[in-house]
């Protein structure tokens, strides 16, 4: 098992945005192809910004927001990123609905936001990261790989 994930499952606590970002572009080393990643965490815990450094760590470019209004935003670099936002969605009939299957490339990975909102669709295979601020208003990271 790698050093990064293990840090991640016993939590790692950030204090910036840059922290949070380069801590995601080293998870984005060892995520397996083709998987998912579900981001759970209150509004403005950190779950764009981490996202953010995912899409940093596969080359991506283009500047990474949050999807709220149109649910989800496909990036391309050396892995697919497709960023979703199931806030407003009610059930994995929502998600099945969007076809964002039809849109993955192979290497692709998919980031959800608000997972719990399409919980039946999210794959036992899924990785959980689990982000809250504290009382000294640092961003704590912890990852959920079984």
Known sequence: MSE??????AGITTSTAQ?????????????????M??????LGAGKTTFIRG???GWNINEPVTS??????????GSRQLVHLD?????SGADLDALMIDDFLQEPWCFAVEWPE???????ETAWHLH???NETHQHCIRLQTS
């Open 4 to 9: 990064i994930i293990q840090q991640l499952e």
């Open 19 to 35: 922290e949070t970002e380069a801590l995601a572009a080293a998870l984005a080393t060892v995520v397996p192809e083709n998987h």
């Open 37 to 42: 990643l579900a981001l759970h965490g209150d």
């Open 54 to 56: 995912l899409a940093r």
């Open 67 to 76: 999807p709220t209004f149109n649910l989800y935003t496909i990036y391309n």
């Open 86 to 90: 199931a806030y407003r969605l009610d």
């Open 117 to 123: 909102r399409i919980e039946d669709s999210i794959p």
């Open 131 to 133: 982000l809250h601020i």
